[in-house]
């Protein structure tokens, strides 16, 4: 058996599968404060009378990294960045608490200028004094070498809670984006954590001996224990679970939308030939270009139990909520009330729910049903216009799927695929103002907890090989060992897929998951007058996002 669970914002939804088909599923509301109780409750209903030892996996999807970015809940982080010559420092300053470093590693990956110890000790005493816990330390060309980011961390060590180094958040080359992946890194590493311990103590306090995984941005899932060390991994996991949910429920096979539509927030993500989109260089989040590898998705602040209100002529809907429907105990107007006075949906206290949009009629002087409508069609159309924008910037640029680039594609949706909460009332209008088929999959209602049960464990490994310095690094697992002078494309290829698979497994894959593949594969000469010197040799490798092992992808009832 296996276990999903995706926690979200407003309700915390679980989906038991037993020989890969749902067997039971269950929601219960999120309690932000006290998480604990949320997963006691949904998993204590979900697993009431099932033999424990049967589960073979749990994993969680959550949003817990992304609000705590949305939301500005994030630790101050005192970074300190050897960034050596070519962009000058104030376009990589953070925050004040942002200090540049002499040092610097050059593009081959050997010491240019050494570490100031004293620099560094002064560095350390003021972020003590300023009561920083967590700190991010970034060189420039750190994944060729990562000598003086361990250095500098060396010298720093000692009360703080947590150092996240540059080269070990990705192995791929872009500096910003490395500065902004380490300082997100360390800036959640206080919240995730927390989120860990709870979850390892629910684990304790159910007696589970199952392995427990997270699902990551890039619609893969990594364990439980791992995930610690990485939190800035988890960024989007929530938005990457509709998607795989999407794609386990489906049998997509052209150009689709894929709306998932939550209490706080919609999610909207694009298919091309039946594969979802994948950001190349890494996600954006609140204007920090990242190093994190994700699936393609846009979030707006308009869901189901969105803020409606009436102020100046206008009717807001969102971006923020303001607790449940009032249907269900609120004390506002939301989407889902005016849903449920227009007859679209039967859920919640009907009375209520007409009485709080009755409230906002009032105030704009027109009847009742014309103010649900109204609340109902502006819901449509923000999230129309949201998914159309997302569209023309795609088809502006190369299109890249978590398979393949596609040169030259335009998407041209036929089909929309919505999942979520108010799936149901929502979808054939949506359907309408985006030109599309609508289409509810199976178990739409806990599409991300079926999504995050089926990702398989992904991970990545960049290789670099310089033969002349006889020097192999690799970034993601700190390394740099030496090599003989004629190691070549070919020992490149097989020791980064024999670390790869390494990798995989430590972070809980399972063998027949592991889909490899090479996604890039770069020698160069290097040449000193007239002679070659020697090669400087760049593989970097995957585990292929995707579904577990065994899982077709039709439908499961």
Same mark, same amino acid.
């Not at 050059?106 to 570490?115: D, K, L, T």
């Not at 997302?390 to 036929?414: A, C, D, Q, S």
């Given at each position: 058996?296996?276990?999903?669970?995706?926690?979200?914002g407003?309700?915390?939804?679980?989906?038991?599968?037993?020989?890969?088909?749902?067997?039971?599923k269950?929601?219960?509301?999120?309690q932000?404060?006290?998480?604990?109780?949320?997963?006691?409750?949904?998993?204590?209903?979900?697993?009431?009378?099932?033999?424990?030892k049967?589960?073979?996996?749990?994993?969680?999807?959550?949003?817990?990294?992304?609000? $705590? @970015?949305?939301?500005?809940?994030?630790?101050?982080?005192?970074?300190?960045?050897?960034?050596?010559?070519?962009?000058?420092?104030? *376009?990589?300053?953070?925050?004040?608490?942002?200090h540049?470093v002499?040092?610097?590693?050059?593009?081959?990956?050997?010491?240019?200028?050494s570490?100031?110890?004293?620099?560094?000790?002064?560095?350390?005493e003021?972020?003590?004094?300023?009561?920083? %816990?967590?700190?991010g330390?970034?060189?420039?060309?750190?994944?060729?070498?990562p000598?003086q #980011?361990?250095?500098?961390?060396?010298? *720093?060590?000692?009360?703080?809670?947590?150092?996240?180094?540059? %080269?070990?958040?990705?192995?791929?080359?872009?500096?910003?984006? +490395?500065?902004?992946?380490?300082?997100?890194?360390?800036?959640?590493?206080?919240?995730?954590?927390?989120?860990?311990?709870e979850?390892?103590?629910?684990?304790?306090?159910?007696g *589970?001996?199952t392995?427990?995984?997270?699902?990551?941005?890039?619609?893969?899932?990594? #364990?439980?224990?791992?995930?610690?060390e990485?939190?800035?991994?988890?960024?989007l996991s929530?938005?990457a679970a509709?998607?795989?949910?999407i794609?386990?429920?489906?049998?997509?096979?052209g150009?689709?939308?894929?709306?998932?539509?939550?209490?706080?927030t919609?999610?909207?993500?694009?298919?091309?030939e039946?594969a979802?989109?994948?950001?190349?260089?890494?996600? &954006?989040?609140?204007? %920090?270009?990242?190093?994190?590898?994700?699936l393609?998705t846009r979030? @707006?602040?308009?869901?189901?139990?969105?803020r409606?209100?009436?102020?100046?002529?206008e009717?807001?809907?969102?971006?923020? +909520?303001?607790?449940?429907?009032?249907?269900?105990?609120? %004390?506002?107007?939301?989407p889902?009330?005016?849903?449920i006075?227009?007859?679209?949906?039967?859920?919640?206290?009907?009375?209520?729910?007409?009485?709080?949009?009755?409230?906002?009629?009032?105030?704009?002087?027109?009847?009742?049903?014309?103010?649900?409508d109204?609340?109902?069609?502006?819901?449509?159309?923000?999230?129309?216009s949201a998914?159309?924008?997302?569209?023309?910037?795609i088809?502006?640029?190369?299109?890249?799927?978590?398979h393949?680039?596609?040169?030259?594609?335009?998407?041209?949706?036929?089909?929309?695929?919505?999942?979520?909460?108010? $799936?149901?009332?929502?979808?054939?209008?949506?359907? #309408?103002?985006?030109?599309?088929?609508?289409?509810?999959?199976p178990?739409?209602e806990?599409?991300?907890?079926?999504? $995050?049960a089926?990702s398989?464990?992904? &991970?990545e490994?960049?290789?670099?090989?310089?033969?002349?310095?006889? !020097?192999?690094?690799?970034?993601?697992?700190?390394?740099?060992?030496? !090599?003989?002078?004629?190691?070549?494309?070919?020992?490149?290829?097989?020791?980064c897929?024999?670390?790869?698979?390494?990798?995989a497994?430590?972070?809980g894959a399972v063998?027949?998951?592991?889909e490899?593949?090479?996604?890039?594969?770069?020698?160069?000469n290097?040449?000193?007058?007239?002679?070659?010197?020697?090669?400087?040799?760049?593989?970097?490798?995957?585990?292929?996002?995707? *579904?577990?092992?065994g899982?077709?992808?039709?439908e499961?009832?």
């Amino acid at each position: 058996m296996i276990l999903g669970i995706d926690v979200g914002g407003t309700h915390t939804d679980a989906v038991l599968f037993e020989n890969l088909q749902v067997r039971k599923k269950t929601k219960v509301l999120t309690q932000q404060e006290n998480l604990i109780e949320s997963l006691l409750g949904v998993t204590g209903e979900i697993l009431q009378g099932e033999n424990l030892k049967a589960l073979s996996r749990i994993v969680f999807s959550t949003t817990i990294s992304t609000n $705590a @970015i949305v939301q500005g809940k994030i630790d101050r982080v005192g970074l300190a960045i050897a960034c050596g010559p070519g962009l000058p420092s104030s *376009l990589l300053k953070i925050s004040d608490d942002t200090h540049f470093v002499s040092g610097s590693i050059n593009h081959r990956g050997a010491e240019v200028a050494s570490i100031d110890a004293g620099e560094i000790g002064r560095i350390g005493e003021r972020f003590k004094k300023e009561g920083l %816990h967590h700190l991010g330390v970034v060189g420039k060309f750190s994944t060729r070498n990562p000598m003086q #980011e361990i250095q500098i961390r060396d010298l *720093l060590n000692g009360d703080f809670r947590h150092i996240s180094l540059g %080269h070990r958040m990705s192995g791929n080359l872009n500096f910003p984006r +490395r500065i902004a992946t380490t300082f997100l890194n360390a800036a959640l590493w206080e919240t995730y954590n927390t989120f860990v311990r709870e979850i390892l103590k629910f684990k304790k306090q159910m007696g *589970l001996e199952t392995p427990i995984y997270i699902l990551k941005a890039d619609g893969g899932t990594f #364990e439980i224990g791992h995930s610690a060390e990485f939190p800035v991994y988890t960024i989007l996991s929530g938005p990457a679970a509709s998607i795989m949910g999407i794609l386990s429920l489906t049998r997509c096979r052209g150009d689709a939308i894929a709306i998932d539509v939550g209490g706080t927030t919609t999610d909207i993500a694009i298919f091309s030939e039946g594969a979802p989109l994948l950001e190349p260089l890494g996600v &954006t989040i609140e204007g %920090h270009r990242t190093l994190i590898r994700g699936l393609k998705t846009r979030s @707006i602040g308009a869901g189901g139990d969105s803020r409606v209100r009436y102020k100046n002529g206008e009717l807001t809907i969102g971006p923020e +909520r303001d607790g449940p429907a009032a249907a269900f105990g609120g %004390h506002q107007p939301t989407p889902t009330d005016a849903m449920i006075v227009l007859g679209l949906t039967d859920i919640g206290d009907p009375h209520r729910a007409a009485e709080a949009v009755g409230n906002l009629a009032k105030s704009m002087k027109i009847p009742l049903w014309e103010t649900a409508d109204r609340i109902f069609q502006g819901t449509c159309q923000r999230i129309a216009s949201a998914t159309g924008e997302m569209l023309n910037e795609i088809n502006n640029k190369p299109v890249y799927t978590i398979h393949e680039m596609l040169e030259g594609k335009k998407i041209k949706p036929e089909t929309l695929y919505i999942v979520g909460g108010p $799936a149901g009332p929502m979808a054939a209008r949506l359907g #309408e103002l985006l030109g599309c088929s609508a289409v509810i999959p199976p178990h739409a209602e806990v599409a991300n907890a079926i999504g $995050a049960a089926l990702s398989r464990n992904t &991970t990545e490994v960049t290789l670099l090989a310089d033969t002349e310095r006889r !020097i192999m690094t690799i970034a993601e697992e700190g390394l740099q060992t030496s !090599i003989p002078a004629e190691f070549s494309r070919e020992d490149a290829i097989e020791v980064c897929r024999e670390k790869l698979r390494q990798r995989a497994l430590q972070i809980g894959a399972v063998g027949e998951d592991i889909e490899m593949e090479i996604v890039e594969d770069l020698e160069f000469n290097m040449v000193r007058g007239y002679s070659r010197t020697g090669k400087n040799i760049r593989i970097k490798a995957q585990v292929k996002p995707g *579904l577990i092992a065994g899982f077709d992808g039709k439908e499961k009832t």
